[in-house]
Nanobody, 112 residues
Framework: QVQLVESGGGLVQPGGSLRLSCAAS????????MAWYRQAPGKQRESVAR???????NYAESVRGRFTISRDNAKNMVYLQMNSLKPEDTAVYYC??????WGQGTQVTVSS
């Protein structure tokens, strides 16, 4: 069993940056595939970025080149660095472990 808590969301202007954090507890996350999803109002939840145990990453086309996912297994933390933010990035962002355990989400709003 893994508990996940996201943080770091907020209001930012287009072109700005935010760094989201996901803190895991209850189990060593080093063996888990970690990912960030997001869901905007009226839209389906979508995968944003994934990171596997060996450090391999994968990104949605819409965020590739702007977002970076990373992990610190020693700290049981996963991060999502978001740069060059666009209004269409506005959503609730969720952290997941193996697509089985989910956090409550953190709101990201990109608006001028």
């Amino acid at each position: 069993q893994v508990q996940l808590v996201e943080s770091g969301g907020g209001l930012v202007q287009p072109g700005g940056s935010l760094r989201l954090s996901c803190a895991a507890s209850g189990s060593d996350m080093s063996s888990y595939n970690m990912a960030w999803y997001r869901q905007a109002p009226g839209k389906q939840r979508e995968s944003v970025a994934r990171i596997y145990g060996g450090g391999i990453t994968n990104y949605a086309e819409s965020v590739r080149g702007r977002f970076t996912i990373s992990r610190d297994n020693a700290k049981n933390m996963v991060y999502l660095q978001m740069n060059s933010l666009k209004p269409e990035d506005t959503a609730v962002y969720y952290c997941t472990a193996n697509s089985r355990y989910w956090g409550q989400g953190t709101q990201v709003t990109v608006s001028s």
